[in-house]
């Protein structure tokens, strides 16, 4: 899914957190362009956190990035996020509270990382 439609995604949501809701991005392991996804998004709502989930079949690997807004990385942090979706993926990554990254090559469990990413949000913005 490009950039613009993944804003597009998230802003359809009626949810305070409409990123608990999976979003995957098709930008294989570009993570230059997860970090623009998640600007774009944090340019129209700085309230918003996000994850996206991107998948490169052709690598065996996919890719998790987490943005967080300063006002709740007291609640959520970033890299505790994306460390909760490397785990279906049987990866490891890094980062600050307020932005992590990190990939795994369990690319068939994509949607077992989205849905233990949504699962950990769900528990820390409760």
Known sequence: MPIHEAVSLLEQHHSPFPSLSPCSLDVG???KATTEAYSA???KHPALP???VS???DKGKALAYAGVPDALTGRIKAN???GAALG???GKGGGKANSAQGQG???EQADAAQAAAVAFAAEKLA
């Open 29 to 31: 392991l570009d993570t």
């Open 41 to 43: 998004i944090a340019a």
């Open 50 to 52: 996000a994850l996206f």
């Open 55 to 57: 998948v490169d079949t």
């Open 80 to 82: 505790e996020w994306v």
């Open 88 to 90: 279906p993926l049987g």
């Open 105 to 107: 090559p369990n690319v």
